[in-house]
C-alpha cells in the first residue's frame, strides 16, 4: 500500500477511570493495522496515562525521525497529555479516535470527546493537526494517515535542505528569481552561491574512465554522437555529483545556455536526467523554486521528479503537451518507445535524452511566488500513451480538469513557466503540505 520507510509515532493514550482493558485491547488493534497498512511504528508499547508517562514517551520518540505523530485516544483524556507529546516530537500530530456504538450502558471509552478536547487546545496554540474517527483498519483513514506522513517527511526533507544555486538565471526570467530569506522563513530550505565557471573546471578534471563508466549505461547510440560534446555532458553529471555529496546538496538548481553549450561544449540535459534518477533533484534555467517544488514532490512519491514546460494545449481533444529540452529521467521513458540520445532541440548539440513519457497517473505542481508570497500549484492528470510530440522529452497529458480551464488558471494567475512532475496521484500530500506550511493552494 505504501512505502515502509513512513514512520509513525504511535502514542495511545488514556483516562484510569475508563474502561483500561478496552484501551489495551483497541490499542493493540491500531497498532497492528498501521503495521499491515506498511507503516513503520515507533513506541506504542504500553498506555500513556499521566504527564510524566507522556514527557518519558515523547524523549524516546525523539531518538528516531517521525513522519507523522498519532495520538491514538483509546479512552477520553484530558488535553495535557496530547499537548505535551506534541510540544516535545518534532511531526505533524493526528488525532484518532475510534466511533463507540450505544448500548444503553457505560460509555466506556468516550475518545471522540478526547479527540475535540485535545484539538480544542491545538487550535487555540495555532499548531495544525488531523483528526481521524474510525475503526483501525478503516482503508480511507489510513491513506489520509498516509498522505499527511508524507507531507511530514516532504516538510521534515525541506527543513534541513541545502540548495546549490549554481551560475545565476537567465535575463528575462523573473521566474527564477530566488527569495532566499523567504524559502527559509517558509520552509527551512537554505541556499549555496556556487560559480559556474568552477562546475565547468571540475568537469574538465573528471577521469575518462569516469566518463566511460556513465556512457556504458546510456541508451544505445551515443557512439554516433560527437564525442566531444557527450564527454562534456557526462563529465558535467559526475561533477555535479559529486559536488552534490561533497557540499552536502540535496538538490541543485544552474544555468544551462548559453555557457554549457559555449563554454564548455555541451548540453546540461542528460546530466540532469541522469542525477534526477539518482534523485538529486535538478532544474535548469537557475530555477530554484523550480526544484525545490522537485525535492517536495521527490519526498511525498519516494522516486524522481523533473521540471517540465507546458508547451501546446487542444481545447477540442482536451489534450495537452508537457515538454523539456531532453532532461527527463530515464525511468520515466514508455517502454513502448524506448529512450534514445540525441542533439538538443535547438542548439544542436549531445547530449540529451529524447522519449516520450510512460503512461500513468502524473502529479505536477509549483511553489509559487507569482502574487509575490508563496502558493502551491497543484493537479494531477493521465499521461497517454503517445509518439513523441516534439524533439527530447515530453508527454501526451489530460488532466482532471478540463485542458482549458487549467491552461487559464495558469495564464490568468501568471503562474511560472515551470512545472515539477512525478508519478502517481499525491494532491491529497501535497494538500496536507500546504497546511503544514500554511500556504494558499491554487488548484489545476
Known amino acids: ?263 564548455l561544449g555541451g548540453a546540461a540535459c542528460g546530466a540532469l536526467s541522469l542525477l534526477g534518477d539518482e534523485h538529486i533533484p535538478a532544474a535548469c534555467e537557475v530555477d530554484v523554486n523550480g526544484v525545490v517544488t522537485q525535492l517536495l514532490l521527490q519526498a511525498i512519491t519516494g522516486g524522481p521528479a523533473f521540471d517540465t514546460d507546458l508547451v501546446s494545449v487542444d481545447f477540442e481533444a482536451d489534450m495537452a503537451v508537457v515538454w523539456h529540452c531532453g532532461k527527463a529521467p530515464l525511468s520515466m521513458a514508455d517502454p513502448a518507445w524506448g529512450a534514445r540520445v540525441a542533439h538538443h532541440p535547438t542548439r544542436e548539440k549531445p547530449l540529451v535524452m529524447a522519449f516520450p513519457l510512460r503512461p500513468g497517473r502524473v502529479t505536477l505542481a509549483r511553489l509559487s511566488e507569482a502574487t509575490g508570497s508563496f502558493r502551491l500549484v497543484a493537479g494531477a492528470g493521465e499521461v497517454l500513451s503517445a509518439p513523441p510530440s516534439f524533439s527530447g522529452t515530453s508527454g501526451m497529458l489530460r488532466f482532471d480538469r478540463p485542458a482549458r480551464d487549467v491552461l487559464e488558471t495558469l495564464l490568468g494567475e501568471g503562474v511560472e513557466h515551470h512545472l515539477a512532475l512525478a508519478y502517481g496521484d499525491h494532491l491529497d500530500a501535497l494538500l496536507a503540505f500546504a497546511r503544514l506550511a500554511d500556504i494558499p493552494v491554487l488548484r489545476l
Open 1 to 263: 500500500m505504501r512505502s515502509p520507510e513512513l514512520t509513525i509515532g504511535f502514542t495511545p493514550v488514556a483516562r484510569t477511570t475508563f474502561d483500561i482493558p478496552l484501551a489495551g485491547e483497541t490499542s493493540r488493534r491500531m497498532r497492528a493495522a498501521l503495521e499491515d497498512a506498511g507503516f513503520t511504528v515507533v513506541g506504542g508499547d504500553t498506555l500513556i496515562t499521566t504527564p510524566d508517562e507522556a514527557r518519558a514517551a515523547a524523549n524516546d520518540l525523539s531518538a528516531a525521525p517521525l513522519d507523522a505523530l498519532l495520538i491514538f485516544h483509546a479512552t477520553f483524556v484530558d488535553s495535557t497529555l496530547c499537548t505535551t507529546l506534541v510540544d516535545a516530537a518534532d511531526a505533524p500530530p493526528v488525532l484518532w479516535a475510534i466511533p463507540e456504538a450505544p448500548t444503553g450502558e457505560r460509555l466506556r471509552a468516550n475518545a471522540l470527546c478526547g479527540i475535540m478536547l485535545s484539538g480544542h487546545a491545538l487550535c487555540r496554540a495555532g499548531c495544525v493537526y488531523e483528526t481521524i474517527y474510525a475503526a483501525p483498519d478503516d482503508a480511507s483513514a489510513l491513506r489520509r494517515l498516509d498522505a499527511l506522513a508524507r507531507a511530514g517527511r516532504a516538510r521534515r526533507t525541506l527543513k534541513t535542505a541545502w540548495i546549490g544555486r549554481i551560475g545565476t538565471h537567465p535575463e528575462g526570467f523573473p521566474t527564477c528569481i530566488p527569495n532566499a530569506e523567504a524559502l527559509r522563513e517558509t520552509f527551512g530550505v537554505r541556499l549555496k552561491q556556487l560559480e559556474l565557471n568552477t562546475l565547468f573546471e571540475r568537469a574538465r578534471a573528471v577521469e575518462p574512465s569516469a566518463v566511460e563508466a556513465v556512457a556504458s549505461r546510456l541508451p544505445a547510440g551515443v557512439e554516433t554522437l560527437d564525442p566531444a560534446a557527450v564527454r562534456a555532458t557526462l563529465s558535467a553529471y559526475v561533477a555535479l555529483r559529486d559536488l552534490s555529496a561533497r557540499e552536502g546538496l540535496d538538490a541543485l538548481a544552474l544555468r544551462c545556455w548559453p555557457q554549457f553549450f559555449s563554454d
